[in-house]
T-cell receptor
Framework: DTGVSQDPRHKITKRGQNVTFRCDPI?????LYWYRQTLGQGPEFLTY????????KSRLLSDRFSAERPKGSFSTLEIQRTEQGDSAMYLC????????????FGSGTRLTVV | AQKVTQAQTEISVVEKEDVTLDCVYE???????LFWYKQPPSGELVFLIR??????QNEISGRYSWNFQKSTSSFNFTITASQVVDSAVYFCALSEAIQGAQKLVFGQGTRLTINP
């Protein structure tokens, strides 16, 4: 068990570019979540997958955001036409269906849009 | 909607002092879970505790203790004999049911600095 891995750790991009982040959950975890954390704030829920199915999306997830989890394993989060307001830490978490211990979070991808 | 308030933005104490982090929540659910997470400078959120809304027993784990009071909708966290390694941002979170799972609603966090 190597924990939840996120790649890259840091990403700097110019406004208007597209970016994609990857999350590898703990292998036996069937649930995967994406959260966004801006500076000085707590994480906010973006979206959730059970296996390969995306079951819930926050209204924070605008049309420029898309997430996938093909084959119920790793997940990707893509942001198209990035804006400065997208600058944040993007956190991925995974869990088993009825985990007593809540989620296991990854270390996050810090996005800076310049 | 669920809401979590951590009124203390920053706390700074000297090592070995006791410190309490406050958390107040709002929910209409009768069944819910409360959590505390620690976020060190590396950025990863580290799970500390999960408490079921039906279980109001206080819990102690080493130097950490949690006081859950449903009557005041509070779930406070105390560190006894603080150490420099306790320096981090601490988040209180409340569960909210989504399709077949729970999402977490976080407070704004309390930045705790333990000075040697």
């Amino acid at each position: 068990d190597t924990g939840v891995s996120q790649d890259p750790r840091h990403k700097i991009t110019k406004r208007g570019q597209n970016v994609t982040f990857r999350c590898d959950p703990i292998s036996e975890h069937n649930r995967l979540y994406w959260y966004r954390q801006t500076l000085g704030q707590g994480p906010e829920f973006l979206t959730y997958f059970q296996n390969e199915a995306q079951l819930e999306k926050s209204r924070l997830l605008s049309d420029r955001f898309s997430a996938e989890r093909p084959k119920g394993s790793f997940s990707t989060l893509e942001i198209q036409r990035t804006e400065q307001g997208d600058s944040a830490m993007y956190l991925c978490a995974s869990s088993l269906s009825d985990s007593l211990y809540g989620y296991t979070f990854g270390s996050g991808t810090r996005l800076t849009v310049v | 909607a669920q809401k979590v308030t951590q009124a203390q933005t920053e706390i700074s104490v000297v090592e070995k002092e006791d410190v309490t982090l406050d958390c107040v929540y709002e929910t209409r659910d009768t069944t819910y879970y409360l959590f505390w997470y620690k976020q060190p400078p590396s950025g990863e959120l580290v799970f500390l505790i999960r408490r079921n809304s039906f279980d109001e027993q206080n819990e102690i784990s080493g130097r950490y203790s949690w006081n859950f009071q449903k009557s005041t909708s509070s779930f406070n966290f105390t560190i006894t004999a603080s150490q420099v390694v306790d320096s981090a941002v601490y988040f209180c979170a409340l569960s909210e049911a989504i399709q077949g799972a729970q999402k977490l609603v976080f407070g704004q966090g309390t930045r705790l600095t333990i000075n040697p």
